[in-house]
């Protein structure tokens, strides 16, 4: 049996980018983590269910303390080390840059990452 938990639309800011205005500067990241598992078994007691403050400062640490020239990389740098410190079925792993230098308009760049152990 796999439950999903959601945290959905973390944002935290950080210095990721090809362009050297872009780590320079740094600019917000958003980020959505859907992980996979049983959730019963975590019932009403903190220590057995999944701990998803530590999960948000897992990814806090990674968004605003590393730099990455790719998003893709960043996602997959999430997807990693939240795998390694829980014992999960699946993760999905959403990355969005609101601010692209691509000379045009749009909402976001978004790269969705599925990962199992």
Same mark, same amino acid.
């Given at each position: ?5 959601? &945290? ?10 090809? !362009? ?6 740094? $600019?917000?990241? @958003? ?34 303390? $590393? @730099? ?12 990693? @080390?939240? &795998?390694?410190?829980?014992? &999960?079925?699946?993760?999905?792993? +959403?990355? +969005?840059?609101? !601010? ?7 909402? !976001? &760049? @978004?790269?969705?990452?599925? +990962? +199992?152990?």
């Amino acid at each position: 049996m796999s439950d999903r938990l959601v &945290l959905k639309n973390m944002v935290f800011y950080g210095y990721h980018g090809a !362009y050297a205005a872009e780590k320079e500067m740094g $600019q917000k990241f @958003e980020v959505d983590l859907e992980v996979y598992t049983d959730l019963r078994y975590g019932g009403d007691d903190p220590e057995l269910a999944f701990n998803y403050i530590d999960a948000y400062t897992i990814i806090k640490d990674i968004v605003e303390e $590393q @730099e990455f020239l790719l998003p893709e990389v960043l996602a997959e740098t999430i997807a990693d @080390e939240i &795998l390694s410190a829980y014992d &999960l079925d699946k993760v999905v792993v +959403r990355v +969005r840059k609101p !601010y692209v230098p691509i000379g045009g308009v749009m909402d !976001y &760049l @978004e790269v969705e990452i599925t +990962r +199992r152990p």
